[in-house]
Protein backbone atom coordinates (compact mmCIF):
# COMPACT_ATOMS: atom_id res chain seq x y z
CA UNK A 1 0.00 0.00 0.00
CA UNK A 2 1.21 3.35 -1.01
CA UNK A 3 1.97 5.24 2.22
CA UNK A 4 1.93 9.28 1.19
CA UNK A 5 1.74 10.75 4.69
CA UNK A 6 4.88 10.96 5.40
CA UNK A 7 4.75 14.42 7.38
CA UNK A 8 2.47 13.33 9.67
CA UNK A 9 5.14 10.21 10.39
CA UNK A 10 7.61 9.09 7.84
CA UNK A 11 8.26 4.88 7.95
CA UNK A 12 10.90 4.09 10.20
CA UNK A 13 14.43 4.34 7.89
CA UNK A 14 16.37 0.95 8.10
CA UNK A 15 19.08 2.43 9.93
CA UNK A 16 17.19 3.91 12.92
CA UNK A 17 15.72 0.08 13.02
CA UNK A 18 19.45 -1.34 13.50
CA UNK A 19 20.33 1.37 15.70
CA UNK A 20 17.72 0.95 17.75
CA UNK A 21 18.21 -3.26 18.28
CA UNK A 22 21.81 -2.62 18.89
CA UNK A 23 20.97 -0.03 21.23
CA UNK A 24 18.49 -2.13 23.15
CA UNK A 25 21.19 -4.39 24.17
CA UNK A 26 23.92 -1.53 24.75
CA UNK A 27 22.30 1.21 25.89
CA UNK A 28 19.84 0.11 28.69
CA UNK A 29 21.51 1.01 32.00
CA UNK A 30 21.18 4.48 33.62
CA UNK A 31 23.82 6.66 31.77
CA UNK A 32 24.27 9.00 35.14
CA UNK A 33 25.86 5.93 37.04
CA UNK A 34 30.10 4.68 37.37
CA UNK A 35 29.77 1.31 36.58
CA UNK A 36 30.67 -0.43 33.40
CA UNK A 37 27.16 -0.68 31.75
CA UNK A 38 26.06 2.97 32.40
CA UNK A 39 29.47 4.03 31.35
CA UNK A 40 28.34 2.01 28.24
CA UNK A 41 25.08 4.02 28.22
CA UNK A 42 26.53 6.96 28.25
CA UNK A 43 29.18 6.85 25.21
CA UNK A 44 26.26 6.04 23.29
CA UNK A 45 23.98 9.25 24.86
CA UNK A 46 27.08 11.66 24.36
CA UNK A 47 27.57 9.84 20.69
CA UNK A 48 24.07 10.47 19.60
CA UNK A 49 24.37 14.06 21.23
CA UNK A 50 27.22 15.06 19.20
CA UNK A 51 26.06 13.46 15.67
CA UNK A 52 22.61 15.35 16.14
CA UNK A 53 23.89 18.28 17.22
CA UNK A 54 26.27 18.14 14.01
CA UNK A 55 23.24 17.91 11.82
CA UNK A 56 21.07 20.64 13.83
CA UNK A 57 24.41 23.25 13.53
CA UNK A 58 25.15 24.05 17.50
CA UNK A 59 27.13 22.67 19.51
CA UNK A 60 26.51 19.15 21.73
CA UNK A 61 25.64 20.99 24.95
CA UNK A 62 23.41 23.08 23.49
CA UNK A 63 21.27 20.46 22.11
CA UNK A 64 18.60 18.79 24.41
CA UNK A 65 16.65 15.64 23.95
CA UNK A 66 13.22 15.86 24.87
CA UNK A 67 9.80 13.14 24.76
CA UNK A 68 8.69 14.70 21.98
CA UNK A 69 8.98 17.74 19.28
CA UNK A 70 6.02 19.22 20.82
CA UNK A 71 7.38 18.54 24.25
CA UNK A 72 10.33 20.58 22.46
CA UNK A 73 8.25 23.55 21.25
CA UNK A 74 6.43 23.47 24.52
CA UNK A 75 9.27 23.63 26.72
CA UNK A 76 11.35 26.19 24.03
CA UNK A 77 8.43 28.82 24.52
CA UNK A 78 7.63 28.39 28.18
CA UNK A 79 11.57 28.61 29.19
CA UNK A 80 12.79 31.58 26.78
CA UNK A 81 9.03 33.46 27.67
CA UNK A 82 10.72 33.05 31.18
CA UNK A 83 14.26 33.60 30.83
CA UNK A 84 13.04 37.23 29.41
CA UNK A 85 10.30 38.01 31.88
CA UNK A 86 12.07 41.23 32.61
CA UNK A 87 12.16 42.47 28.88
CA UNK A 88 8.40 41.76 28.64
CA UNK A 89 5.58 39.24 27.73
CA UNK A 90 4.92 39.81 24.18
CA UNK A 91 5.30 36.83 21.75
CA UNK A 92 5.32 36.65 17.87
CA UNK A 93 4.19 33.79 15.96
CA UNK A 94 3.14 33.32 12.41
CA UNK A 95 -0.36 32.06 11.68
CA UNK A 96 0.41 29.00 9.89
CA UNK A 97 2.78 27.38 12.81
CA UNK A 98 2.16 24.12 14.27
CA UNK A 99 -0.41 23.63 16.56
CA UNK A 100 1.92 23.14 19.54
CA UNK A 101 2.84 26.77 19.05
CA UNK A 102 -0.66 28.30 18.80
CA UNK A 103 -1.26 26.25 21.62
CA UNK A 104 1.95 27.38 23.53
CA UNK A 105 0.76 30.89 22.59
CA UNK A 106 -2.96 30.76 23.68
CA UNK A 107 -1.71 29.13 27.11
CA UNK A 108 0.79 32.13 27.20
CA UNK A 109 -2.40 34.24 27.16
CA UNK A 110 -4.35 33.02 29.82
CA UNK A 111 -1.15 33.39 32.29
CA UNK A 112 -1.11 37.02 31.20
CA UNK A 113 0.98 37.96 28.80
CA UNK A 114 0.29 38.66 24.95
CA UNK A 115 0.88 37.46 21.51
CA UNK A 116 0.47 39.01 17.81
CA UNK A 117 -0.14 36.38 14.48
CA UNK A 118 1.73 37.59 11.44
CA UNK A 119 -0.77 36.73 8.29
CA UNK A 120 0.86 34.97 5.26
CA UNK A 121 -0.22 35.51 1.53
CA UNK A 122 -2.04 32.77 -0.37
CA UNK A 123 1.25 30.94 -0.69
CA UNK A 124 1.27 30.48 3.34
CA UNK A 125 4.80 32.51 3.55
CA UNK A 126 5.01 35.48 5.63
CA UNK A 127 6.20 38.87 5.04
CA UNK A 128 9.29 39.18 6.29
CA UNK A 129 8.32 43.28 6.73
CA UNK A 130 5.24 42.78 8.11
CA UNK A 131 7.12 40.49 10.53
CA UNK A 132 9.28 42.75 12.06
CA UNK A 133 6.14 45.54 12.50
CA UNK A 134 4.99 43.12 14.90
CA UNK A 135 7.97 42.94 16.68
CA UNK A 136 8.24 45.57 19.32
CA UNK A 137 9.82 47.11 22.40
CA UNK A 138 8.53 44.13 24.96
CA UNK A 139 8.81 41.10 22.53
CA UNK A 140 10.62 38.27 24.60
CA UNK A 141 9.90 35.75 21.83
CA UNK A 142 9.53 35.20 18.06
CA UNK A 143 8.42 31.72 16.78
CA UNK A 144 8.59 30.45 12.93
CA UNK A 145 8.35 26.97 11.18
CA UNK A 146 11.05 26.69 8.92
CA UNK A 147 8.80 24.80 6.55
CA UNK A 148 4.58 24.38 6.59
CA UNK A 149 3.68 20.73 7.59
CA UNK A 150 0.29 21.71 5.43
CA UNK A 151 1.49 23.14 2.44
CA UNK A 152 5.44 23.15 2.38
CA UNK A 153 5.62 26.21 2.23
CA UNK A 154 9.26 27.23 2.82
CA UNK A 155 9.54 30.37 5.27
CA UNK A 156 12.02 33.39 5.05
CA UNK A 157 13.94 32.67 8.54
CA UNK A 158 17.09 34.07 7.20
CA UNK A 159 15.32 37.70 6.51
CA UNK A 160 12.96 36.83 9.83
CA UNK A 161 16.01 36.30 11.60
CA UNK A 162 17.76 39.00 10.58
CA UNK A 163 15.14 41.44 11.81
CA UNK A 164 15.14 39.42 15.18
CA UNK A 165 18.98 40.23 15.60
CA UNK A 166 18.47 43.63 15.01
CA UNK A 167 15.61 43.79 17.88
CA UNK A 168 17.38 41.58 20.13
CA UNK A 169 14.63 38.95 19.89
CA UNK A 170 15.41 35.49 20.17
CA UNK A 171 13.73 33.67 17.28
CA UNK A 172 12.72 29.86 17.81
CA UNK A 173 12.56 27.72 14.61
CA UNK A 174 10.31 24.94 14.11
CA UNK A 175 12.60 22.56 11.99
CA UNK A 176 9.76 19.33 12.12
CA UNK A 177 9.47 19.05 8.88
CA UNK A 178 12.82 20.52 7.10
CA UNK A 179 15.46 19.15 9.52
CA UNK A 180 15.85 15.80 7.44
CA UNK A 181 16.58 17.54 3.89
CA UNK A 182 19.05 20.13 4.90
CA UNK A 183 20.37 22.41 8.01
CA UNK A 184 18.00 25.52 8.76
CA UNK A 185 19.71 28.77 7.75
CA UNK A 186 21.71 30.54 10.89
CA UNK A 187 19.86 32.95 12.67
CA UNK A 188 17.89 31.47 14.97
CA UNK A 189 18.30 31.08 18.58
CA UNK A 190 16.24 28.18 19.66
CA UNK A 191 15.36 24.74 17.71
CA UNK A 192 13.02 22.45 17.76
CA UNK A 193 12.26 19.04 15.73
CA UNK A 194 10.91 15.29 16.31
CA UNK A 195 12.44 12.32 15.09
CA UNK A 196 9.83 10.74 13.59
CA UNK A 197 9.21 13.05 10.79
CA UNK A 198 12.50 12.36 9.31
CA UNK A 199 12.45 8.63 10.25
CA UNK A 200 13.82 7.82 13.31
CA UNK A 201 10.91 6.83 15.63
CA UNK A 202 8.73 8.48 17.79
CA UNK A 203 8.83 9.62 21.60
CA UNK A 204 12.39 11.64 20.44
CA UNK A 205 12.47 15.41 19.90
CA UNK A 206 15.17 17.89 19.73
CA UNK A 207 15.56 21.24 21.38
CA UNK A 208 18.63 23.22 21.12
CA UNK A 209 19.28 26.63 22.77
CA UNK A 210 22.03 28.92 21.58
CA UNK A 211 24.41 29.76 24.21
CA UNK A 212 23.72 33.32 25.55
CA UNK A 213 20.15 32.97 25.26
CA UNK A 214 18.33 33.60 28.56
CA UNK A 215 16.28 30.50 29.26
CA UNK A 216 14.45 29.13 32.41
CA UNK A 217 12.85 26.03 32.17
CA UNK A 218 9.66 25.72 33.92
CA UNK A 219 8.79 22.84 36.52
CA UNK A 220 10.08 20.82 38.85
CA UNK A 221 13.91 20.65 38.36
CA UNK A 222 15.65 17.55 37.13
CA UNK A 223 19.39 16.29 36.83
CA UNK A 224 19.23 15.19 33.36
CA UNK A 225 19.35 16.81 29.76
CA UNK A 226 20.38 20.07 31.57
CA UNK A 227 17.52 20.50 33.34
CA UNK A 228 15.35 20.75 30.30
CA UNK A 229 13.56 17.51 29.78
CA UNK A 230 13.21 15.30 33.29
CA UNK A 231 13.24 11.54 33.34
CA UNK A 232 15.05 8.86 32.44
CA UNK A 233 16.75 9.64 28.83
CA UNK A 234 15.27 6.74 26.18
CA UNK A 235 18.82 5.77 25.12
CA UNK A 236 18.03 3.01 22.25
CA UNK A 237 15.00 5.41 20.82
CA UNK A 238 17.88 8.34 20.98
CA UNK A 239 20.27 6.34 19.16
CA UNK A 240 18.42 5.68 16.23
CA UNK A 241 16.89 9.05 16.19
CA UNK A 242 20.28 10.64 15.78
CA UNK A 243 21.81 7.75 13.34
CA UNK A 244 18.50 8.06 11.32
CA UNK A 245 18.75 11.71 10.90
CA UNK A 246 22.41 11.26 9.85
CA UNK A 247 21.58 9.05 7.20
CA UNK A 248 18.86 10.85 5.59
CA UNK A 249 20.89 13.58 5.88
CA UNK A 250 23.40 11.81 3.53
CA UNK A 251 21.25 10.60 1.23
CA UNK A 252 18.99 13.74 1.18
CA UNK A 253 20.14 15.54 -1.95
CA UNK A 254 19.58 13.10 -4.52
CA UNK A 255 16.43 11.60 -3.04
CA UNK A 256 15.33 15.76 -2.64
CA UNK A 257 16.33 16.15 -6.35
CA UNK A 258 13.93 12.72 -7.23
CA UNK A 259 10.66 13.68 -4.82
CA UNK A 260 10.59 16.73 -6.11
CA UNK A 261 10.23 15.15 -9.53
CA UNK A 262 7.68 13.31 -8.44
CA UNK A 263 5.87 16.14 -6.87
CA UNK A 264 6.12 18.53 -10.01
CA UNK A 265 4.17 15.87 -12.18
CA UNK A 266 1.28 15.22 -9.17
CA UNK A 267 0.99 19.42 -9.28
CA UNK A 268 1.18 19.30 -13.10
CA UNK A 269 -1.30 16.22 -13.78
CA UNK A 270 -3.98 16.87 -11.06
CA UNK A 271 -5.09 20.27 -12.28
CA UNK A 272 -5.66 18.42 -15.50
CA UNK A 273 -7.06 15.12 -14.53
CA UNK A 274 -9.21 16.26 -12.12
CA UNK A 275 -12.03 19.50 -13.20
CA UNK A 276 -12.33 22.39 -10.15
CA UNK A 277 -9.34 21.82 -8.15
CA UNK A 278 -6.42 24.11 -6.93
CA UNK A 279 -3.30 23.26 -5.79
CA UNK A 280 -2.11 25.38 -3.28
CA UNK A 281 1.29 26.40 -1.47
CA UNK A 282 4.42 28.25 -3.08
CA UNK A 283 5.36 26.43 -6.38
CA UNK A 284 9.22 27.00 -5.83
CA UNK A 285 9.89 27.90 -2.65
CA UNK A 286 8.53 24.47 -0.68
CA UNK A 287 9.70 21.36 0.60
CA UNK A 288 10.50 18.45 -1.85
CA UNK A 289 8.21 15.94 -0.91
CA UNK A 290 4.62 17.65 -0.27
CA UNK A 291 1.91 18.93 -1.94
CA UNK A 292 -1.53 19.35 -1.13
CA UNK A 293 -4.74 20.86 -3.24
CA UNK A 294 -8.25 21.26 -2.63
CA UNK A 295 -11.37 19.88 -4.41
CA UNK A 296 -14.71 21.35 -4.93
CA UNK A 297 -17.82 19.36 -4.50
CA UNK A 298 -16.11 17.07 -2.09
CA UNK A 299 -16.23 15.90 1.37
CA UNK A 300 -12.82 15.51 2.52
CA UNK A 301 -13.12 12.81 4.62
CA UNK A 302 -15.26 10.90 2.10
CA UNK A 303 -12.28 11.37 -0.68
CA UNK A 304 -9.65 9.95 2.00
CA UNK A 305 -11.81 6.63 2.50
CA UNK A 306 -11.95 6.69 -1.03
CA UNK A 307 -8.44 7.03 -1.66
CA UNK A 308 -7.90 4.54 1.46
CA UNK A 309 -9.87 1.69 -0.55
CA UNK A 310 -7.91 2.27 -3.36
CA UNK A 311 -4.71 1.38 -1.23
CA UNK A 312 -3.75 4.96 -0.63
CA UNK A 313 -2.98 7.07 2.78
CA UNK A 314 -3.02 10.69 2.53
CA UNK A 315 -3.90 13.21 5.23
CA UNK A 316 -6.33 16.49 4.57
CA UNK A 317 -7.17 19.73 6.13
CA UNK A 318 -10.91 19.87 5.10
CA UNK A 319 -12.96 20.72 7.67
CA UNK A 320 -15.54 17.60 7.09
CA UNK A 321 -12.85 15.00 8.05
CA UNK A 322 -13.72 13.35 11.72
CA UNK A 323 -11.02 14.91 13.28
CA UNK A 324 -12.32 18.27 13.61
CA UNK A 325 -15.05 20.51 12.86
CA UNK A 326 -13.25 23.77 11.46
CA UNK A 327 -11.26 24.26 8.40
CA UNK A 328 -7.33 24.04 8.62
CA UNK A 329 -6.04 26.62 10.38
CA UNK A 330 -3.21 27.10 7.78
CA UNK A 331 -5.66 27.20 4.44
CA UNK A 332 -7.88 29.31 6.75
CA UNK A 333 -4.79 31.93 6.87
CA UNK A 334 -4.02 31.72 3.23
CA UNK A 335 -7.59 32.22 2.33
CA UNK A 336 -7.70 28.94 -0.29
CA UNK A 337 -9.96 26.61 -0.93
CA UNK A 338 -10.90 23.95 2.29
CA UNK A 339 -13.16 21.41 0.97
CA UNK A 340 -11.53 18.63 -0.25
CA UNK A 341 -8.39 18.56 0.54
CA UNK A 342 -5.67 16.29 0.04
CA UNK A 343 -2.05 16.17 1.46
CA UNK A 344 0.25 14.10 -0.11
CA UNK A 345 3.96 13.86 1.45
CA UNK A 346 6.38 11.59 -0.21
CA UNK A 347 8.54 8.75 2.08
CA UNK A 348 11.93 8.20 0.51
CA UNK A 349 11.72 5.53 -1.96
CA UNK A 350 8.54 6.37 -3.71
CA UNK A 351 8.62 5.23 -6.66
CA UNK A 352 7.23 6.56 -10.30
CA UNK A 353 4.95 3.91 -10.52
CA UNK A 354 3.34 4.63 -7.25
CA UNK A 355 2.64 8.21 -7.99
CA UNK A 356 1.39 7.54 -11.60
CA UNK A 357 -1.31 4.68 -10.18
CA UNK A 358 -1.98 7.32 -7.89
CA UNK A 359 -3.07 10.09 -10.57
CA UNK A 360 -5.12 7.25 -12.61
CA UNK A 361 -7.04 6.57 -9.19
CA UNK A 362 -7.70 9.72 -8.13
CA UNK A 363 -10.19 11.17 -10.73
CA UNK A 364 -12.60 8.59 -10.28
CA UNK A 365 -12.19 8.65 -6.97
CA UNK A 366 -13.25 12.42 -6.63
CA UNK A 367 -15.89 12.10 -9.35
CA UNK A 368 -17.43 9.34 -7.10
CA UNK A 369 -18.04 11.29 -4.11
CA UNK A 370 -19.05 14.22 -6.27
CA UNK A 371 -21.65 12.36 -7.54
CA UNK A 372 -22.57 10.97 -4.13
CA UNK A 373 -23.06 14.11 -3.00
CA UNK A 374 -25.05 15.88 -6.08
CA UNK A 375 -22.85 18.20 -7.20
CA UNK A 376 -23.39 19.75 -10.21
CA UNK A 377 -21.07 18.14 -12.98
CA UNK A 378 -20.30 21.59 -14.83
CA UNK A 379 -22.19 25.14 -14.45
CA UNK A 380 -25.13 25.07 -17.46
CA UNK A 381 -27.10 28.31 -17.52
CA UNK A 382 -30.95 28.19 -16.63
CA UNK A 383 -33.15 30.61 -17.49
CA UNK A 384 -33.31 33.51 -14.71
CA UNK A 385 -35.98 33.19 -12.28
CA UNK A 386 -35.49 36.48 -10.48
CA UNK A 387 -32.61 39.03 -9.70
CA UNK A 388 -31.54 37.57 -6.15
CA UNK A 389 -32.05 33.94 -4.56
CA UNK A 390 -31.54 32.39 -1.22
CA UNK A 391 -30.25 29.14 -0.61
CA UNK A 392 -30.68 27.17 3.35
CA UNK A 393 -27.85 25.44 3.73
CA UNK A 394 -28.07 25.91 7.53
CA UNK A 395 -27.00 22.82 9.58
CA UNK A 396 -25.49 20.80 6.51
CA UNK A 397 -21.85 20.64 6.09
CA UNK A 398 -19.48 21.91 3.85
CA UNK A 399 -18.66 21.00 0.36
CA UNK A 400 -22.74 20.94 0.69
CA UNK A 401 -23.69 25.03 1.10
CA UNK A 402 -21.47 25.42 -1.81
CA UNK A 403 -22.71 22.74 -3.89
CA UNK A 404 -26.06 24.15 -3.70
CA UNK A 405 -24.69 28.00 -4.88
CA UNK A 406 -23.14 26.06 -7.89
CA UNK A 407 -26.49 24.38 -8.76
CA UNK A 408 -28.56 27.52 -8.31
CA UNK A 409 -26.24 30.25 -9.65
CA UNK A 410 -26.99 30.38 -13.19
CA UNK A 411 -30.52 30.91 -12.09
CA UNK A 412 -30.35 34.40 -11.08
CA UNK A 413 -29.11 36.57 -14.46
CA UNK A 414 -25.37 38.23 -14.39
CA UNK A 415 -25.71 41.06 -12.10
CA UNK A 416 -27.95 39.07 -9.61
CA UNK A 417 -27.11 37.54 -6.43
CA UNK A 418 -27.22 34.45 -4.21
CA UNK A 419 -27.31 34.49 -0.61
CA UNK A 420 -26.69 31.12 1.28
CA UNK A 421 -27.72 31.04 4.87
CA UNK A 422 -25.06 28.61 6.29
CA UNK A 423 -23.55 28.22 9.92
CA UNK A 424 -20.81 25.75 9.00
CA UNK A 425 -17.21 27.67 9.88
CA UNK A 426 -15.89 26.37 6.65
CA UNK A 427 -18.65 28.19 4.46
CA UNK A 428 -16.82 31.32 5.71
CA UNK A 429 -13.64 30.63 4.08
CA UNK A 430 -15.00 27.69 0.90
CA UNK A 431 -17.60 30.22 -0.75
CA UNK A 432 -15.20 33.11 -1.15
CA UNK A 433 -12.39 30.67 -2.62
CA UNK A 434 -15.36 29.04 -4.84
CA UNK A 435 -16.26 32.87 -6.30
CA UNK A 436 -11.97 33.23 -6.98
CA UNK A 437 -12.27 29.78 -8.49
CA UNK A 438 -15.50 30.31 -10.77
CA UNK A 439 -15.06 33.96 -11.69
CA UNK A 440 -18.06 35.40 -9.66
CA UNK A 441 -18.05 38.33 -7.24
CA UNK A 442 -18.04 37.39 -3.49
CA UNK A 443 -19.95 40.29 -2.25
CA UNK A 444 -19.20 39.92 1.92
CA UNK A 445 -20.74 38.02 4.85
CA UNK A 446 -23.98 39.69 6.65
CA UNK A 447 -25.34 38.31 10.07
CA UNK A 448 -28.63 35.84 9.76
CA UNK A 449 -30.55 35.05 12.98
CA UNK A 450 -28.91 31.61 12.46
CA UNK A 451 -25.27 31.44 11.28
CA UNK A 452 -23.96 33.59 8.51
CA UNK A 453 -25.37 35.17 5.04
CA UNK A 454 -22.79 35.19 2.79
CA UNK A 455 -24.09 37.19 -1.08
CA UNK A 456 -22.56 36.10 -4.06
CA UNK A 457 -23.15 38.31 -7.37
CA UNK A 458 -23.04 36.16 -10.64
CA UNK A 459 -20.41 38.20 -13.16
CA UNK A 460 -20.66 35.48 -15.94
Known amino acids: MPYFDAASSAPLHPVARQALLAALDEGWADPARLYREGRRARLLLDAAREAAAEAVGCRPDELTFTPSGTAAVHSGISGALAGRRRVGRHLVVSAVEHSSVLH ?21 AVSPAAYGEALRADTALA ?35 SLGWGPVPSGWSLL ?14 LLAVRKGVRFAHQGPADERESGRAAGFENIPAIVAAAASLRAVRAEAEAESARLRGLVELIRARVPALVPEVEVVGDPVRRLPHLVTFSCLYVDGETLLHELDREGFAVSSGSSCTSSTLTPSHVLKAMGVLSEGNVRVSLPAGTTQDDV ?12 GVREKLGAPAAASPSPAVGASLVVDALGRRCPIPVIELAKVIGEVPVGGTVTVLSDDEAARLDIPAWCTMRGQEYVGEEPADRGSAYVVRRLS
Open 356 to 367: EHFLRVLPGSVA
Open 104 to 124: SAAAHETRGGTFTEVPVDRAG
Open 192 to 205: AASAHKWGGPSGVG
Open 143 to 177: CLQSANHEVGTVQPVPEVAELCRAAGVPLLVDAAQ
